[in-house]
Each structure stands twice: as structure tokens, then as C-alpha cells.
Nanobody, 116 residues
């Protein structure tokens, strides 16, 4: 059974930082690219960042490029999202995604709130 468990969300002031983690199990983590998505209230879910199986190539949404960094540790079956210089518009539920299974696999999400 595939499980993706996010952690690390919370309340942070504008300009602050958070590091999200997503622990994966139930599939061969090192063989799959991984992605972070987010969904703000009243908006569609959007792709934030992606990383290839070895971690050698990363891609980012334009709105987070230069502020967020996606990385992975295949020995720990974990993908990370380091978020710096956070803005109120980064407020959303952040989801981990693995392209495993017919519809892909999602975590339960972790709330990130950026507010003073």
C-alpha cells in the first residue's frame, strides 16, 4: 500500500522559511520522479516543484523559482521542499505526489500559512 506522509507545515511570518518533508512507502521510491503541489482556498491545485528519480533535475513554478528548493534522499525515501522568503500568497495546503499507480498517489497535505 502506497503511503505519502507530509509534515513540516505551519504558521510563518512573511519572509520566513519552512521545510516540508514527505515520507514515502509502498513503492520503489528511487525509481520515480516526485512532485509538490499546492492548493489555496478557492483555487485549483497547482504544481510547485518536481524532481527526477536521482535528484539531478528539478523544475519549479515561476512563482516560486529562486525561493523554493526541492530535493530528495533516496536512502530515506523522503522528498523535501525548502521554502524561503515566504509570501502571503504562498498560503495553501501543500501535497506530495508520486506518479505511481493508475491515477498517481497523493499525500494528505500539510497546511502552510504565511501571515503576520
Amino acid at each position: 500500500q502506497v503511503q505519502l506522509v507530509e509534515s513540516g507545515g505551519g504558521l510563518v511570518q512573511p519572509g520566513g522559511s519552512l521545510r516540508l518533508s514527505c515520507a514515502a512507502s509502498g513503492f520503489t521510491f528511487s525509481r520515480y520522479s516526485m512532485r509538490w503541489y499546492r492548493q489555496a482556498p478557492g483555487k485549483e491545485r497547482e504544481l510547485v516543484a518536481a524532481v527526477t528519480p536521482t535528484g539531478g533535475i528539478t523544475n519549479y513554478a515561476g512563482s516560486v523559482k529562486g525561493r523554493f528548493t526541492i530535493s530528495r534522499d533516496n536512502a530515506k525515501n523522503t522528498v523535501y521542499l525548502q521554502m524561503n522568503s515566504l509570501k502571503p500568497e504562498d498560503t495553501a495546503v501543500y501535497y506530495c505526489y508520486a506518479p505511481y499507480g493508475s491515477l498517481g498517489s497523493w499525500g494528505q497535505g500539510t497546511q502552510v500559512t504565511v501571515s503576520s
